[in-house]
């Protein structure tokens, strides 16, 4: 039975909203709390929709302060009602995931989680780390909680097996050393058994690496050492002392790992321990994978929105979204407190694991207890560790944006800097990029990347000029002025292109997509940045002057000769402002340059490379505009093709299988 959806109009009273909430049924389903732009606050779920959203309106006393906020936000609503409480749970997490209301405890950044992925598929499996999955045959093991954890284990298991190096060894370099018949130099230093050369390695054998892998990151390091002595033994039997001596080494060092992990030993059991540890609305859950009775990883992960969000939905917060993306969920659960619908919890981790039964457990005593103990004591430390970070990082963001308040004159603290950067090839694929930065920390959501239109060969003035107009002709439409810009002074200024008008960065977006925009175009910064010397500043303070924004604060950022200096220079000036070594000033500029020109860079090197793909698909017979976007589309540069299967690039649109076939010789 499909979901019944009930959309409601919007509402600016609370007492409107709870006169709605009558009409609300006495279901299971899933509301979502919008504020008065149709923003969604908050997404929750209930096995009967009214009586929980009511709740919301009692008495304010009853509130926290969280939810107060969120109650004074909410002038609409809409509601999903299911046949169940086990698929409420399931839609709530889909639209968590898909919309991040502020107002929920959200896994951070949980949409950048790495795995380790096993191409168990491929004939030559590959071992690595990705932040995709999919239904391709491989084996996954995560998510990590960052990619160093991912490394780490990663260079620890090819010190132990010698698989294809992780990341140097694509398709395209292992194809290269067989058509030369001499492996690289991870061979000769025993980091790779050499499958890229006939003769070298079996196939078994690679294979039989590969599967130790597997069986390490099972926790399973007694089978693997009980297979290596019998190869031992047969080696050593054949007199191949050499192979003999490096199976030895290679115990050894499997069971040097395996004593580590025999430090925390417990029932030989398959389980994971989850606790917590939370201080001013910050909150670190720490997870222990324990693989037959031995702890293999320990995984910290941060959450945000967990201020006043009661311990037992913090706690099924995570586990949802944990194991919504996890690769494999244990038959056993130890938690550090109860969770909300423990039952539907279980039965929907009983579907992710094929059926077999999972359960979740709040030990209370003996050696459960002190898991869960040891894991709250180390989500605590992290959480200790964070805290320092964030504000050692807050002291110097706030030291470094008085400086540059008192060096540049201003009358408050620029807490909303733009700095805008160029970046060309001999004049070719020119684009610029904005990055904004708030309160000292970047805001990756209001960077915008510009591809230069009116200008031809390599002129950053006229480049920046452009950008700045664009920008600000934004900011025109985003605050009401409409399409013909006008000068703050009442003067109306020459029209642009119609294009211009509308179009964002880049030649990609549409009108929609700008109306959608529109409220962070109309964000003003309380300091404009230039990368560039007194040409670019100048030019940049004439196009703020015509478009009415002479008020803005602008300064030009100039680098030393080996970008070993960053320092300011004002309009109108003939000197610099030097910023000292030691200036919490600079620290910040150099961040905020720095990272405009990484933006910038990324962009243009994109394009270039784009362009690059497209010369060379335009010599190849057969390859069509048509088909040359799509794969273009689909792969994204020219080695993304060549590393693709025949059967992915005959599954791009336009393409048959003739064709891939063609295509993959010629590459």
Known sequence: MEPTRVTRSATDASDSIVERLKNVPLEPGVYLWKDAHGTILYVGKSKSLRDRMRSYFGSPKGLNGKTHRLVGQIADFDIIVTTSELEALLLEMNLIKAHRPRFNVLLKDDKTYPFIKITLQEAWPRVFSTRNRAEDGSRYFGPYASAGSVYRTLDLLNKLFAFRPPRDCRDDRFKRHQRLGKPCLYFDIKRCLGPCVPGVVSQDEYRAAIDGVVLFLEGKTETITRALRQKMEAAAEELNFERAAYIRDQIQAIQKVSERQHVLKTVETDQDVIAFAREDGS???????????????????????????????????????????????????????????????????????????????????????????????????????????????QQRSVAGLAELAELLGLSEVPMRIECYDISNTQGTNSVGSMVVFEQGKPK???????????????????????VLRRRFKRADLALGAGLEPMNRSGAELPAEPSDEAVSLPGDESDHAQAEADAKGWGELPDLVLIDGGKGQLNGAVQVLSELGYDRLPVAGVVKGPKRDRFDLLLPDADELLLLGRTSPALGLVQQIDEEADRFAKVYHKKLRAKGAVRSLLDDIPGIGPRRKKALIKAFGSLDGIRQASVDEIAAVPGMTRKSAEELKALL
């Not at 969770?339 to 003996?366: A, F, H, N, Y």
Request: proline share 4%.
């Open 283 to 393: 909150a670190v859950v720490q997870v222990f994978f324990i693989r037959g009775g031995k702890l293999i990883g320990a995984e910290p992960y941060t959450l945000q929105g967990a201020e006043d969000a009661p311990d037992q939905e913090l706690l099924a917060s995570f586990l949802t979204q944990f194991y919504d993306q996890a690769a494999e969920v244990p038959p056993n659960i130890l938690l550090a407190d109860q969770i909300e619908e423990p039952l539907i919890i279980e039965q929907w981790l009983r579907q992710k694991r094929g059926g077999q039964k999972v359960q979740l457990q709040v030990p209370r005593r003996g050696e459960k207890r002190d898991l869960v103990d040891l894991a709250a004591k180390n989500a605590a430390q992290k959480l200790s560790e964070l805290r320092v970070q964030w504000l050692n990082s």
């Open 444 to 466: 990756k959501s209001a960077y915008r990347r510009f591809k230069i239109k009116s200008v031809q060969g390599a002129n950053d003035v006229a480049s920046i000029q452009e």
